[in-house]
């Protein structure tokens, strides 16, 4: 797997690239938004509906810098476009797990002032519940033409896009994460982003207690134990607001493409 290395951004160093999975060892102007089988479990309702939390991700996003982090190796461009990324499109069976919606808010910055970055592409992937991949072939499980927990979105005139999926579970080697990507431009003058999304470790224990994530045992790594979140991953926490229907988040990401 090929690393990744960026330029130093305002108040942020973009970290090197680092494979991982294999290998054991969450505002400027983007929001980014990462996995068990089983059956499908509610979050606990609060009076903070998910519809309130996404409409207050419509403000107007602060510019955030944050970090690259690795690929992984489990990025497949299937080329999905889709917002809830939940189902397999080869059976149309869905995966359960805890919902979660993700709002990306993307941004460039300026010298001094941030924009909008409309017609970004942003894809996501993660695990299910029990820790699984789709479309690729692992030691402990093989999902070649499966597509579930996958998809892009392009970012509106706002530069926001927003994906609807399942709080991730966990596997072996890596804390609970989501991994994203952002691309711009054209063929000519390409700009790529990828990073990963964290989760409160709290808030983890508590989904995870659920089904269908309880099925998968106790996880063995939390995020002070991640290598790869222990370069700068505390920029990349995703903040969750519960609702009757689940969780919600915004994560702003100001991009610096020149």
Same mark, same amino acid.
């Given at each position: ?58 403000? =107007?996003? !602060? ?6 982090? /690795?690929?992984?190796? $489990? @990025?497949? &461009? ?105 691309? =711009?431009? !054209? ?6 982003? /990828?990073?990963?999304? $964290? @989760?409160? &470790? ?57």
């Amino acid at each position: 797997m090929k690393k990744h290395r960026a330029n130093r951004l305002i108040a942020a160093v973009l970290l090197r690239r680092r494979d991982v999975l294999g290998f054991l060892a969450g505002t400027i102007a983007v929001s980014l938004v990462g996995c068990f089988r089983g059956q499908s479990t509610s979050a606990k309702p609060t009076s903070a509906p998910m519809q309130a939390a996404t409409q207050a991700a419509a403000t =107007t996003p !602060s510019c955030v810098v944050r970090p690259q982090q /690795t690929e992984g190796p $489990y @990025f497949v &461009d299937e080329g999905l476009d889709r917002s809830d990324i939940r189902s397999d499109p080869a059976d149309g069976s869905v995966k359960q797990g805890v919902p979660l919606r993700l709002t990306f808010r993307v941004s460039q910055v300026g010298t001094t002032s941030c924009s909008p970055v409309a017609g970004a592409t942003i894809d996501i992937w993660h695990c299910d519940a029990q820790g699984v991949y789709s479309d690729v072939r692992d030691r402990n499980f093989n999902t070649l033409g499966k597509k579930f927990l996958r998809g892009y979105q392009v970012t509106n005139a706002n530069g926001t896009a927003e994906f609807v999926t399942i709080y991730p579970g966990w596997y072996p080697g890596r804390t609970v994460h989501i991994h994203f990507k952002i691309r =711009t431009g !054209s063929a000519s003058q390409h700009y790529e982003f /990828t990073s990963q999304l $964290y @989760f409160d &470790d709290a808030l983890t224990e508590q989904v995870h207690a659920q089904p269908p994530y309880a099925a998968n045992g106790q996880r063995t790594l939390k995020n002070d134990r991640d290598g790869i979140f222990r370069e700068d991953g505390k920029q990349l926490m995703l903040q969750l607001t519960q609702g009757a229907q689940g969780y919600a988040g915004t994560f702003d990401i100001g991009l610096q493409m020149s």
